[in-house]
């Protein structure tokens, strides 16, 4: 079973509309996470999350905002979409933000994002 | 996070035994090497990592140089399954994000 479920898995918007990004982790993480992942590119980094605190933001936009109403939980709104924003949106979480020894991070299956 | 850089592909046969290189010559004292696999249309995986000495789990072995300068990711035995692009990354320090480059594409063939 997965452990940490985004959805819905695929995602079709118009220009201008808003989404949210569904992501909960089941194990029992302090920090979570997400990346984005245009087609042909890296990962590429955007959020971190802490105790459901933001730590790091490496987006620009002000149109991407991650939401944290549960410390097992991560969404994340995009709010006037444009094409560019198409993309697979991965969530990811680790035990803690700190990195040690055995504070591995783990992704989910992403959420493919098409804005037309 | 320091870089690091792997051939762009290899290609192996079911069977056989996959030598993976990452070289990374700026590592700092506190980085780990961290070995991540990804297929298209799912998200990374974990493989392994190690700060000094080699390690092992189920999926692969990791060896690191004894000047850390450079490590090698061993899959024993790959099956199509293991066909994958493979990513070495370095990561250390509190707060420091994972950050992935294009990796190395690994295929395998029957």
């Known amino acids: 079973d997965p452990k940490i479920i985004q959805k819905p898995k695929y995602l079709v918007a118009v220009t201008g509309s808003e989404k949210i990004l569904i992501c909960e982790q089941y194990?029992?993480?302090?920090?979570m996470y997400w990346y984005r992942q245009s087609a042909k590119k890296p990962l590429e980094f955007m959020f971190s999350?802490?105790?459901?605190?933001?730590?790091d933001n490496q987006t620009a936009s002000s149109r991407f905002q991650p939401q944290s109403s549960k410390k097992n939980h991560l969404d994340l709104q995009i709010t006037a979409l444009k094409p560019d924003d198409s993309a697979t949106y991965f969530c990811a979480s680790s035990q803690n933000r700190d990195w040690g020894s055995q504070n591995t991070l783990y992704f989910g299956a992403g959420t493919r994002l098409s804005v037309l | 996070d320091a870089k690091t850089t792997q051939p762009d592909s290899m290609e192996s046969t079911e069977g056989e035994t996959v030598h993976l290189p990452c070289s990374h010559a700026?590592?700092?004292?506190?980085?780990?090497i961290y070995w991540y696999r990804q297929v298209p249309l799912q998200g990374p995986e974990y493989v392994t990592h190690g700060l000094q000495q080699n390690t092992t789990n189920s999926m692969a072995f990791l060896a690191i140089a004894s000047d850390r300068k450079s490590s090698t990711l061993i899959l024993p035995h790959v099956s199509l399954r293991d066909a994958a692009v493979y990513h070495c990354?370095?990561?250390?320090?509190?707060?420091?994000?994972?950050?992935f480059g294009k990796g190395a594409k690994l295929t395998v063939s029957p």
């Open positions: 194990l029992g993480h302090n920090a």
């Open positions: 999350y802490s105790y459901q605190k933001l730590m």
């Open positions: 990354i370095l990561r250390g320090g509190t707060g420091s994000k994972l950050s």
């Open positions: 700026t590592i700092s004292g506190n980085e780990y």
